[in-house]
């Protein structure tokens, strides 16, 4: 199921911010994440980064899996974690198979957008199905970007 939560008190820890301008979101979903207690520690410190990282399944395994993102070791504690683990990544099993589905016939990535802590303070991430922009894509987002900004001024300065 598509993510319908459009509440945004929730506390953002870390944003992919490339994901936007790299890539086309075709559909967001909102999935839980298995930790260990010092990466949760780490995450509410703010050690966290969700850039380069993306979502993927292991051998023969139907679970999708969260490579590649970083989360810092807890200074305080004397047994940490390894900074770059894979970790389980927790949907509905019909959510699985239509992205695991997708990703296997329509050449499509699923990558990691936000994570926040929703407001029982349990650790949710956005993750996404896209599909990869061309040059002539990300120009044009730059280009539309960049006339939205001069509209905001002309419109601020005609105002006055």
Same mark, same amino acid.
């Given at each position: 199921?598509?993510?319908?939560?459009?509440?945004?008190?929730? *506390?953002?820890?870390?944003?992919?911010?490339?994901?936007?301008?790299?890539? #086309?979101?075709?559909?967001?979903? #909102?999935? %839980?994440?298995? @930790?260990?207690?010092?990466?949760? *520690?780490?995450? !509410?410190?703010?050690?966290?980064?969700?850039?380069?990282?993306?979502?993927?399944?292991?051998?023969?395994?139907?679970?999708?899996?969260?490579?590649?993102?970083?989360?810092?070791?807890? *200074?305080?504690?004397?047994?940490?974690?390894?900074?770059? !683990?894979?970790?389980? /990544?927790? @949907?509905?099993?019909? #959510?699985?198979?239509?992205?695991?589905?997708?990703?296997?016939?329509? %050449?499509?990535?699923?990558?990691? /957008?936000?994570?926040?802590?929703?407001?029982?303070?349990?650790?949710?991430?956005?993750?996404?199905?896209? !599909?990869?922009?061309?040059?002539?894509? *990300?120009?044009?987002? #730059?280009?539309?970007?960049?006339?939205?900004?001069?509209?905001? !001024?002309?419109?601020?300065?005609?105002?006055?």
């Amino acid at each position: 199921m598509a993510n319908k939560n459009n509440n945004t008190n929730f *506390k953002i820890v870390s944003r992919n911010r490339k994901a936007k301008f790299n890539y #086309e979101i075709i559909e967001t979903y #909102e999935a %839980g994440i298995i @930790l260990l207690g010092t990466e949760v *520690k780490a995450i !509410r410190d703010g050690h966290m980064s969700l850039q380069e990282s993306y979502v993927g399944t292991c051998k023969d395994d139907d679970s999708l899996y969260l490579f590649n993102c970083d989360i810092s070791v807890y *200074k305080k504690a004397t047994k940490n974690h390894d900074p770059k !683990r894979v970790r389980k /990544l927790l @949907l509905h099993k019909k #959510e699985n198979i239509k992205l695991i589905n997708a990703v296997q016939t329509k %050449g499509m990535a699923i990558l990691a /957008l936000t994570s926040y802590f929703n407001n029982n303070g349990i650790l949710k991430i956005t993750i996404a199905l896209t !599909r990869g922009k061309s040059k002539i894509d *990300k120009r044009d987002t #730059e280009s539309k970007r960049d006339w939205d900004i001069k509209k905001q !001024r002309i419109l601020r300065n005609y105002n006055k």
